[in-house]
């Protein structure tokens, strides 16, 4: 390669990536009070046993749309959870993830209102598990999410009243990792 072609090429080579349109989270499922903070928190271990292990590719690469796609194995045998995108992070208490991330958001919280709380405005699927504890689920929305604000894909038990009907958090896996503010006074 020539001296000036290279020269032109060192900044193309000196730019941050840019970042890519499609995010692949894979973590095993471990409990909230793990010594390490776990990517993916199961706290119904009789429904997402320690070990179990979830793979989440969200999509974004079509301007204006969001193509979520959770894979899952290990978890109880024939079941149904709803699945929903939340503003909060995983923790050691299930409600650390916060309400269901929503394009329009509902000013009354929770949103129970139809207008906001429903599968257009929110990002929602319904993983059926097997005989051997293994689905998969894809949901597609008209939006993307705005950047820091969906920040983990929460698990719900299911109830009797049916898969869309959500029950309390069996397990949460995170999808951004953690932005720490600056310190004070701390030097760039």
């Given amino acids: 390669m020539s001296a000036p072609l290279a020269a032109a090429l060192l900044p193309l080579a000196l730019l941050a990536p840019t970042a890519s349109p499609v995010s692949v989270v894979e973590a095993a499922f471990d409990p909230a009070t793990a010594f390490v903070p776990p990517t993916a928190v199961s706290y119904a271990n009789d429904l997402v046993p ?37 503003t909060g992070t995983c923790g050691v208490d299930p409600a650390a993830s916060g309400p269901h991330y929503q394009d329009a958001v509902d000013p009354v919280q929770p949103s129970t209102d139809p207008a906001y709380a429903n599968e257009r405005n929110e990002l929602r699927l319904v993983l059926r598990t097997d005989e051997h504890g293994e689905g998969a ?52």
């Fill in 50 to 86: 320690y070990g179990a292990h979830a793979r989440i590719v969200t999509d974004r690469s079509t301007a204006g749309r969001t193509v979520l796609t959770m894979t899952v194995t290990g978890l109880a045998p024939d079941h149904e959870f709803p699945v929903h995108l939340h």
């Fill in 137 to 188: 689920a894809t949901a597609s929305v008209p939006w993307q999410p705005r950047p820091g604000e969906a920040r983990s894909l929460v698990v719900h038990a299911g109830t009797p009243a049916g898969p869309h009907a959500a029950g309390d958090r069996v397990a949460c896996v995170k999808l951004e990792k953690e932005v720490k503010p600056e310190r004070a006074g701390a030097s760039r």
